[in-house]
Every structure is written in C-alpha cells, then in structure tokens.
C-alpha cells in the first residue's frame, strides 16, 4: 500500500509537469501579442518592447518554459534595476495589468470559491445520496417517480436560469434576503451565510439531481446482490443492511464523481459566481479573459487542472480505502 | 412427533409485466425436529422461493404470500416483519449457492461473522470475536484466528462455504435452510462440503431442509424428499419411497435422466421429452401433462382437464396423479 | 466401442502448453508470473470416437479446447487436425481447417448473440466458409433446425425467445451445420436441468452415429461423461493424469486423484450411496500461477510419499490403452470406508506462504476472470 501511494504520487507530480508545459505552450501560440496586453493606455512601442525584455518573451518558448519553473521553485525577477519587480517563489507569474503576483490573486479569491465549493459539496451529496436511497427503495412507487422526475428537471435546467430566478424572486421579489455582497466568515458570519446561502442551495440542486439518479442506480445494484440477501438472512435491521452493506458497495462510483465535481467547484463556478457577484475563482477568470491578463488566465488554468489531477489521486486513495481487493493486490 | 416446520398451503405469486408468476402454487409440506428434508426439482420449479418464504426473505412489496409457515409453533407469516426479522439468523439460518458471491467483499470475514453474533446477543467484541474463530474452527477452518481477519476473496470457493456454513450456524440455529449449498463447488470440495454439514447436524440436531436439483445429494444426505414440479409438490415421501417406489411420472422421468455412475453401460439416457411450463400460463390439468407420457392410459382425457390433488398413496407417501395404483406400478416397472 | 476398425485420427495434440502472462498493476505493467493453465498435455481422437475430458474447475479443460481451435494462441505443441498442424498456422490458412472443427460453448444464454435470428446465426458458417448449399442456405438451416428437434418454422426468431435447451440446441445446429470431422463440446451440458441434459446427451449421441464426427467433450460431470465418452482424459491443474477407455477407467482407476474424483461423484441412490467407499481430499486445487513440485497432486494426494514432491511421474502405459502418470499407480481395488487426504490444515498456505489464496486470486482478478472470458465468446469467432 505504501509503495502504491508513492508511486502514484510520483506519477502525479509528472502528470502536473506534463500540463503544465501543455498549458504554457497552448497559450503562448495564442495570436495576441503579450506585450502589448502588458501595458496600460498610455503605451508607445518603446514600453511594449522593454516589457517584452523584462517578461523573457523575446526567448523561445521552451526557454521561457525553463524560466516559469525555476520562477515557481527559486522565485524570479522581471526587469532589472530599481524598477525591477520581484515575485517571489512560488512564483506563478506576475499580472502587470493588475500590478500583483498571480499566486497572490488567486489566494486572495480562493476563500469565496473554497466556501461555495465545500458548502454545496456537502449538501447536493447528502440530499443526493439520501434522496437516491429513499427512491431506489420505493422503486417503481409514486415517491420514486417524484423524485426522479423532479431530479430530470433539476438535471436539465442551466444553472445561469436557477440563479437568475431565484435572484429574481428571493431577492428583488420577496426581499427575504438582502443583495449579495461576500465578506469573509469571520469578519461577519451572518452576511457570509446570507450571500452564500442561495449559491449553495443552486449548486445543492443542480449537482444533487445527478446524485440522486447515481445513488438510485447504484443501490438498485447492489441490493439485488447475493451478499445483501445474506445481510438480511442475518436478521439484520433493514436500516443497517442499507447503510451498512449495499450503500458501501455501491459508493465507488459515487466517491469517483463527487471527487471530481468537488475538484470542479474549485476551480469556481463561474457563471454562479459572476451572478452572484463571488470574489471567486470563477469571476476571476472571466475578468481575466475580459481584461485580458494572460498570467492570471495561466495560473488559475494550471491550479484548476491540478485540483482535478489532485482529485484523481485522492479518489483511487479513497477506493483502496474502501475496497480492500484494491488495497491487498 | 410434531412438526418443527410447517408449511401450509403456501402460495407466491409475482406480478410482473408479462403477467402473474405463479412461483409457488398450494405447497405443503412438514419437517420434523432434527431430521433433514430434500426439496428437488428442476429450475425454476419454485424452490429458492419456497426457502426464502420460509425465512421472510421476499419482499412483500413484490411478492403476494398467502398461507402458513409454522415454525415451532409460530407462524411466521402472521408475525411482523421485526418479529420475523429477530428469528433470522437466530432461530432459522439459510446459506446459499454461490460462496464467492455471498459474503460480503469489504468487510472481513471475522466481522461479518461478529456482525452475526452481536445483531441477536449482547456480547462484547472480543467475546464475539471468540466466536467467530471457534465457529471457523468448527468447518475446519486452519487456522482460525489468522483466517477470521481475512477477506473474503483471501479465500476459495471451499473455503467461503464453509464461512457461510460457520456463520448460518454461529447462533445455533435449530432449523437451517440449505439452498443447493454445494451446486457452485468442485465434486472434491463438494464432498467435503457435504461430510462437513453432515457432521455438524449429527452434533448439534438442527433441523435441516435442503434444496437442490442434485439427486445424488439428497441420497447422501436427506431422510424426507419433497419432489417440486411448477411451483407445487407432485410427490413427497421418504428418501427410500422416492428412490425405491416412486409414482409419479415426473419423479420417474427424473430419475432415469440422470446420468448415474453406477448404471449398466450400455443403456441411453431416457429423458423427460419437452421443457417446463411457463408459470405465468400453466396448463389446464396435470401441470405435467404436456410432458407426460403416461397420460394416455387415464381415462377421458382427465389429464387435460382435471387438475390431481396430492394423495397419500402409502401413509406418509403423498403423489400427485391420476394414475391408479396398478398403473403407477406399470409405468415404473417400464421406466426402470 | 474403439473395437474393431481402422483407427483414423481425427485430432492428435502434443505437448500442448498454454501459459498467460500474470501482469503487475501500475502505468508501467511486468510480467511477474504465469498462469500454467496447460502444461504439457497430449491427446487424441479417432473419427467417430468422443473423448471425455474431466477436470475440476480451473484445471485447463476449456484452455486446452480453445488452444485447439486456435481461439487462443498455445505457448508452445502441436495441434494435428485431420493431419495438418494447426498450431503455427495464420487466421487465413486456418480457415478451410475451421471447417472440419466447430465447438460448443456451455452458457447457451451468452453463446448466441442475441440480436440475431436463429437462422443468421445456424447459418453464419456458410457464410463464413462462402459455402451455397443445393437449395440455398435457408433451406439448409432449416433441415439443420429439424435435425436437432428444433421447430423450422422457428428460424426468424432470437435467441431470448427460446429455453435453455433449445438455446443448446441452437448451439449444437451450428457446430454441425458443415458437416465437421470435430467437435469440441465444453460443458454443453452443465447449465441445464437433467431432464434437458439427457435429451441434449442423446441428440450429440445420435449425430455422432449419423456424421461420424468426433467429439472433444469438455466436463466436470464424471457421470455425463461416462454416458457419452468412449475413452476418458482427467486433467488436474494443467496435466492429464489418467487416460483410459471408459469401461476401464471408471471400474479400475489407477491414479490417485481419478480415484478421488469418482469417490466423491454421489450416486442417487441411498443404499448405494451409504456403502460407498470414500476419499474425501483436503484442500483446493493450488493456485497454476505456483503450482506444486513435482507430481502436482502431491499436496492432496493420500498415498504421496518423499519421490513424489521432487519428481515429475511421467506418463506410462499400464495396460493397453490406460496411461497414468503416477510414481505409484493403484493397482489393488480400494478398501471400502472413508480415506481422508492430507489435513487441509497442514496443507492450506498460511498468509506469506506460496500458493496462499490472496496471491493467487487478487493475481488473477487482475487478469481477469476466465469464466467471463468463455461467457464472451459468441458466435461470431468461429
Ligand atoms: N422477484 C421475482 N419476480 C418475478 N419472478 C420471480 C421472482 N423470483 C423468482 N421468480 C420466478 O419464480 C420462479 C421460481 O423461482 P425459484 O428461484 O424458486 O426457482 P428454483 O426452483 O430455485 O430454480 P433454480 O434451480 O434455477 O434455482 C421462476 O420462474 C422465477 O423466474
Ligand atoms: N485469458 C486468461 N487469462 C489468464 N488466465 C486465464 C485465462 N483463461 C484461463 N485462465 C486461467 O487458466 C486456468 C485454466 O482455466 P480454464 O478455463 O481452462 O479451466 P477449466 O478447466 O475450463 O475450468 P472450468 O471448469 O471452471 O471451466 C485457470 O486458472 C484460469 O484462471
Ligand atoms: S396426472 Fe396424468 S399427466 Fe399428470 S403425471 Fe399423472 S398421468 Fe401424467
Ligand atoms: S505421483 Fe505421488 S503424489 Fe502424485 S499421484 Fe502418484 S502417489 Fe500421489
Ligand atoms: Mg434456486
Ligand atoms: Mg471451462
């Protein structure tokens, strides 16, 4: 077991290389002329050229490539003199439309995005699971169909309408909650969850539709399988034969996809984030793409991409975890 | 002596989309305390759900039951699922088919086995846990308080039907119902299976139904022989009044069908012309009309059109025909 | 049965050997052992003749029957059918030899694919073949259908409208449906209830009798293969141990594990049953991935002695016709009462000990399970 998780690790690591040189390069075969995006209004060719210089892009792209690692171990400076800017290690790459190291404006947009994902992560897979169970042992009954036609409407509605209506009704409607403005939860804990709440629920939603549908199938499974009916025979309550024996061999597949939605989330939610105005990930990216601010979009491209690789290491963990036929191989 | 089960006039019957399955249809039949009956019969016939009637296994949701099942003087049928539920496992045990699907694959054998215990007895985990190796022991586990932390696909078929065997009888039931336990395995491991269940009910009395299509098995193992055809019983007696003295055409048909190790070499097969009928559109009559090649000497057709009660032919020798005794004596003497 | 006229082989097999790669899990997989799912086995079959091959499960019956159609590659040996070797031939060459073999599967729930008639699949190997039978194929399938007792009329429907049986039945039509010199039958009959059993048992008794076709028949049932075979082969973990003439092998075993092997088969008979001499062998089949030193049965043998864990016994011919691969053959009829093997307490590997159950069956979950592998073979390969 030992060896299976470094070796993973190992390769982890090597997967993240791999993308990030993939991402670097796909961007710098992008048409725009990065120097030219660097500098602000006032811009004559002579500040366009020295930002060139200071931000290495008159090297080759491998070159460059070389200089974005050794900048994310050892730290780097562009430019030289006073003027030069230093970002230190890890240095993702600096913003000059914003004046700020990439990594700092991705931290600072972590929380929001960190809160929405865990929040709603933790209600669409309890609702989820709980609604699947429920519907997979009334299958075929009325409050099987309920539910598994709500979680078809759920399934197929765009999270942008969700959001707009409930901004529209909640809000402007009914006045039951004030606009959304985030500020951190320990600055003040009840605005926090008055933002956070309708976002969380949207998200709860529209990711629960998909647990439901999941959960139900999977119990459906393995509710017909021999070890069940020899849980049963035990004398088992029934409360137990569920929680205990069919929904832990039905988890894998659940574990797999909540793994990787909840890595998804991280890299924000970006169309519920914009409408609900989140200091997000999300929204970062899209001001990001507007400006546009190719460090920034470099960065939170290459930390979403590794939450998603992160997310694969932590789900196969998970599954020698709980299938001890992947553990003992 | 009394009965320890009962069963009376049983039916299950499956809506399904095609129509009503009528899996079991008007079965009777009784076990004494101790002694050890055989359900046979081909696939299909009703005998997995007649055992799992028995141990409140079909869910009621999809099943209609009606009848009685009286086990020690209760029937089950008319009791709650919870009372039913605290017999499970305690009173009346069941072990099945497949081993290497049975257990559960994540969980180890020593907890599964624990888990039986501590669902009916207020004991303490290492006290539970003694149990479960010296259930281990007792099916000829080696090694038992190595094994009891393995997993289930640690072990082979062999092996995982003897943990079934350990945790059926780990709270000594007193009846254990056996749904074709060595159908899976290898006839090696078979055999030790089958010595193996034998020895543990000379020790501790339980009360044993088996059910299986093997009829050497029931041989080695069964003192009363319940022959199922279409979801009924079509003739029940002792083994000896089965294998010796059968009656009805279905138990002859049976018979000469198997391939025995002991028959004269030279001799072909006879076998049951046809196949099964669907539960869902039994035939008028003798459900085993269409098949039946001694239909013709009944009189006006009764075989079509009449259906045949289950009729004491000796005491204790139930058969359900229209043949008359001289008849039924003629077609075994042609069939054997 | 073998009495009296010509032999004429039909199906010689020599030395045949099949092993499988046992691969490490991981991005980069090795090779760390091998499955001897055969190893070393020779055979053969005369026209007309069926040859019983017993074995417990996962000792290499089906393997050696699929080796032989070249539905998987054999490591090394010769497979001589109707005089050419087979074994080192392409798919192109083996084509016209496909013709004079056919095989039946077991699960004739899986073998027929199911969204095709019963009369595009009974027919498929004249097409395979470019063969146009006088009256064209339909008419042919159709006599085919009539032959094996299934309704003619029966041939635009699909496989799931059929019984069990039937379905064998279906199976059966195809394999003779050219007119082979050879078929090979695994297990055609262990899904099916024993009614059925027989009148499938009788109907490949009666083609055999009409064609003059050979079968390989593939079993674990010792008492249907006494019922059809003519000469019987038992295989354990990969060898054959025993060869004989049915009459022969079924009344004066000689090797150890044959005798095992027939004492545990229960006769349906009480009486019978109950005087019956028996050796009850502790144990499992060992693992092929580590098979055991020596005479392989050794572990489980109850007359093994020191020879017989560091010598191979090479098969000898004891009478004519019976050949058995044992250091010491029995010779002398059994005493009747029950004769145990070794403990399998002394004999079971303990956890960290070769051959202990976890290696081997997480070994093999990771190739992959072999009865799915033979659920998966339709009717389209052959
Ligand atoms: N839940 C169910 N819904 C519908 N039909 C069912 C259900 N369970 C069993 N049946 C049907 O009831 C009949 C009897 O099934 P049962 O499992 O008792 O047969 P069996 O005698 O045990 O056969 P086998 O030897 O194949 O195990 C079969 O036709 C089966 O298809
Ligand atoms: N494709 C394969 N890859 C790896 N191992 C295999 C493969 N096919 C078979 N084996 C292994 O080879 C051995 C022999 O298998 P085979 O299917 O020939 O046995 P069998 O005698 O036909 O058994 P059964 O009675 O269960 O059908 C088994 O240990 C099996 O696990
Ligand atoms: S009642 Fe008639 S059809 Fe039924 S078994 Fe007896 S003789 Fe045959
Ligand atoms: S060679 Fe030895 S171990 Fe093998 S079967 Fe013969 S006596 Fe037994
Ligand atoms: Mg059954
Ligand atoms: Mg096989």
């Not at chain 1, 529209?168 to 985030?182: C, E, G, H, K, N």
């Not at chain 3, 050879?182 to 209830?193: H, M, R, T």
Request: hydrophobic share 45%; proline share 7%; with cysteine.
């Amino acid at each position: 077991m030992g060896g299976y998780v470094v070796r993973r690790v190992l390769i982890m690591l090597l997967l993240l290389l791999l993308l990030s040189f993939t991402v670097f390069v796909l961007f710098s075969l992008l048409p725009a002329d990065v120097a030219r995006l660097t500098c602000g209004k006032i811009c004559t060719p002579e500040t366009i050229e020295a930002n060139r210089i200071r931000l290495g892009l008159d090297k080759s792209v491998i070159e460059q490539y070389w200089i974005f690692l050794q900048g994310l171990v050892l730290g780097r400076t562009y430019g030289q003199g006073p003027g030069a800017i230093v970002c230190n290690a890890p240095c993702l790459g600096y913003s000059f439309t914003r004046q700020e190291p990439v990594l700092k404006l991705i931290l600072d947009r972590l929380p929001a995005t960190l809160f929405l994902a865990l929040g709603a992560f933790v209600l669409f897979l309890i609702g989820g699971v709980a609604l699947g169970v429920y519907s997979a042992l009334r299958r075929g009954r009325w409050q099987d169909k309920t539910v598994m036609g709500i979680s078809l409407i759920g399934y197929s509605l765009p999270s942008f309408f969700i959001g707009l209506v409930v901004i529209y009704f909640v809000i402007i409607r009914w006045q039951l909650l004030p606009f959304p403005s985030y500020v951190n939860p320990w600055v003040d804990p009840l605005q926090f969850l008055q933002t956070m709440i309708l976002p969380w629920l949207v998200l709860a939603v529209l990711y629960a539709a998909f647990y439901t549908r999941l959960t139900r199938s999977q119990m459906l499974e393995t509710l017909n399988d021999d070890y069940i009916r020899t849980a049963r025979a035990k004398g088992l309550p029934e409360s137990v034969v569920i929680r205990k024996h069919a929904l832990r061999a039905g988890l894998t597949p659940i574990v797999t996809a909540a793994g990787l939605d909840f890595a998804g989330l991280l890299g924000g939610a970006i169309i519920l984030e914009t409408i609900f105005s989140l200091p997000g990930l999300g929204s970062l990216a899209v001001s990001a793409v507007l400006s546009p601010d190719l460090p920034i979009l470099v960065g939170v491209t290459l930390i979403t991409a590794s939450f998603i690789i992160i997310a694969n290491l932590v789900v196969d963990l998970l599954y020698a975890v709980i299938d001890p036929r992947v553990r003992l191989a | 002596m009394s009965a320890f089960l009962e069963v009376k006039d049983l039916h299950v019957s499956f809506p399904t989309g095609d129509g009503v399955v009528r899996a079991v249809d008007g079965l009777s039949f009784s076990v004494e305390k101790g002694k050890t009956l055989a359900i046979v019969g081909e696939s299909g016939s009703g005998k997995s759900v007649t055992a799992q009637a028995v141990m409140g296994l079909l869910n009621r949701n999809f099943a209609d039951i009606t009848g009685q099942v009286w086990l020690d003087g209760q029937d089950l049928l008319a009791m709650s699922d919870d009372q039913v539920r605290e017999l499970r496992g305690e009173s009346m045990a069941m072990i099945f088919q497949d081993p290497m699907s049975s257990l559960h694959p994540f969980y180890r054998i020593g907890d599964q086995l624990m888990e039986a215990v501590r669902i009916h007895h207020k004991v303490s985990k290492s006290e539970a846990r003694e149990r479960a190796i010296d259930a281990l022991r007792q099916v000829g586990i080696p090694a038992p308080e190595r094994r009891v932390d393995d997993y289930p696909h640690q072990l082979s078929g062999g092996m995982r039907q003897r943990v079934m065997i350990a945790m059926a009888l780990i709270n000594s039931p007193q009846l254990l119902i056996a749904d074709e336990p060595t159908t899976a395995l290898d006839v090696t491991v078979q055999a030790q299976i089958t010595e193996l269940m034998l020895k543990l009910q000379a020790e501790t009395g339980t009360t044993l139904m088996i059910i299986t299509h093997d009829l050497g098995v029931v041989a080695d193992m069964a003192d009363e022989v319940t022959v199922m055809y279409a979801g009924r019983a079509v003739e029940m007696g002792t083994t000896d009044d089965i294998y010796y003295r059968p009656e009805m055409p279905y138990t002859l048909g049976l018979l000469a069908s198997v391939p025995r190790l002991d028959s004269d070499l030279s001799e072909r097969l006879d076998p049951i012309p046809g196949n099964p009928p669907s539960l869902i559109n039994l035939p008028r009559g003798c459900v085993f009309s269409p098949r039946c090649t001694f239909k013709g000497e009944v009189a006006d057709n009764r075989c079509a059109t009449e259906r045949p009660e289950l009729l004491a032919s000796t005491p204790g020798h139930l058969v359900r025909c229209h043949l008359n005794a001289a008849q039924r004596q003629a077609a075994r003497e042609s069939t054997t | 049965m073998t009495e009296s006229v010509e032999r004429e082989e039909v199906l010689r097999v020599e030395g045949l050997r099949v092993y499988f790669p046992v691969k490490s899990r991981g991005v980069f997989p090795r090779t760390v052992g091998q499955i001897k799912a055969v190893d070393g086995v020779d055979l053969s079959v005369d026209r007309g003749e069926t040859l019983g091959l017993v074995g417990e499960s996962g000792c290499g019956k089906s393997t050696t029957g699929r080796a032989i159609l070249r539905l998987i590659d054999p490591t090394a040996g010769h497979v001589v059918i109707n005089g050419t070797d087979v074994a080192g031939m392409s798919r192109r060459q083996l084509r016209p030899v496909r013709k004079q073999a056919q095989m039946i599967f077991q699960d004739p729930y899986n073998a027929l694919n199911p969204r095709h008639t019963v009369g595009a699949i009974i027919g498929a190997p004249f097409k395979i073949q470019k063969i146009d039978p006088p009256g064209g194929i339909r008419t042919a399938v159709q006599e085919i259908m009539e032959r094996v007792g299934l309704n003619p009329e029966h041939v635009n429907r699909y496989p799931n409208e059929f019984s069990g049986g039937q379905r064998q039945r279906i199976g059966i039509a195809r394999a003779i449906a050219l007119r082979p010199r050879l078929i090979i039958c695994d297990e055609p009959v262990s899904a099916l209830d024993v009614s059925i059993q027989a009148q499938i048992l009788n109907l490949l008794q009666d083609l055999q009798e009409e064609f003059k076709v050979s079968y390989l028949f593939i079993a674990h049932d010792l008492a249907v293969v006494r019922q059809i075979a003519h000469r019987v082969a038992v295989m354990y973990l990969g060898h054959i141990v025993e060869t004989a003439p049915r009459s022969v092998l079924y009344s004066e075993p000689m090797h150890p594990y044959t005798n095992a092997l027939l004492s545990a088969v229960p006769v349906p008979d009480p009486r019978v049953q109950s005087e019956r001499e028996r050796i009850l062998l502790g144990g499992d089949l060992p693992s092929p991935l580590n098979p055991p030193s020596g005479c392989v049965f050794h572990t489980r043998c109850f007359i093994a002695q020191d020879r017989c864990r560091t010598e191979v016994p090479q098969m000898r011919t004891m009478a004519p016709d019976h050949e058995v691969a044992c250091h010491f053959p029995i010779t002398e009829p059994l005493k009747g009462g029950v004769i145990h093997g070794p403990d399998p307490g002394l004999t079971a590997p303990l956890p960290g000990e070769p051959g202990y159950w976890s290696e081997t069956v997480t070994d093999l979950g990771g190739v992959g399970s072999p009865r799915l592998d033979s659920a998966n073979s339709t009717d389209e390969g052959i």
